[in-house]
């Protein structure tokens, strides 16, 4: 499944690098094909993080007052999931979606020759871009930092309102962890990882930027509300 995806991606990536003629280029725009095409499996996950980070308050409340009681603390938990209309599930199934094309990315930068087809593709994949030398060979240093830092914001943007900090040690454990394989792994692939993760940064933002405005507009509605039944 995994080779027939990358093996489809490669398609495409062949088709770009025809257009554009530069490998770092191609891969660029490749990410942010598969990055929009995934726009609504992220914006969804973004919402349920959302919904999941103004429960916590009542989810606390319930674990504090049911922590020797572990069967009435799941039965109140799901009686507050079925009240929110909220399934713990559907946190998982946008990742659930995405990881065979991600997987299927990863093998067609890892082994570019196995998925893509043409003797120009030969030469492409060991172009250079920018200060890499080969992209097909691991950047030791300024490439896995670059795609380290930009997992650790992406990760604290999501986490930010994580109030039970369960997530606090993934969001440094991780960053490391792509560090190193980034060291291992062709240039390109953390390349890919890089652009996705400054992506997912940007598109964070605006979705919380849009959270605050509907909250604000929410308390102003909730304010002139009271101003009216006062003067009832």
């Known amino acids: 499944m995994n080779g027939f995806l990358a ?30 095409c995934l ?3 992220y914006h969804k996950q ?31 938990m799901n009686e507050l999931y079925q009240q929110e209309n ?39 994949v060991h172009e250079s871009f920018l200060w890499i030398p080969d992209l097909c060979q691991p950047d030791n240093w300024i490439m896995p ?5 930009t997992t650790y914001f992406s990760s604290a943007q999501t986490t930010a309102n994580d109030t039970t900090g369960a997530m606090a040690g993934m969001k440094y454990f991780f960053p490391i962890m792509i560090f190193l394989m980034g060291r291992s792994f062709p240039s390109g692939l953390a390349l890919y990882w890089a652009v996705g993760n400054m992506f997912t940064m940007i598109q964070t933002y605006y979705f919380n930027v849009k959270k ?20 009832k």
Do not use: H, W
């Open 212 to 231: 605050k405005k509907k909250a604000r507009e929410k308390e102003i509605e909730q304010e002139v509300n009271r101003r009216l039944n006062r003067k």
């Open 145 to 149: 930092i670059i795609a380290g830092i």
């Open 46 to 76: 973004n919402q349920y993080s959302a919904a999941m980070a103004d429960l916590q308050p009542k989810i606390k409340d319930i674990q504090t007052k049911y922590a020797s009681d572990r069967n009435t603390m799941n039965e109140k």
């Open 7 to 36: 093996r489809i991606i490669g398609y495409l990536m062949s088709f770009i690098y025809n257009l554009v003629n530069n490998y770092g280029i191609s891969i660029i725009i490749l990410t942010l094909i598969v990055r929009v």
């Open 39 to 41: 726009l609504p499996l």
């Open 86 to 124: 909220i399934s713990p599930l559907s946190g998982c199934l946008p990742m659930l979606i995405q990881f065979p094309i991600i997987i299927g990315l990863f093998a067609l930068l890892r082994s570019p020759l196995l998925y893509m087809k043409g003797s120009e593709m030969i030469a492409a």
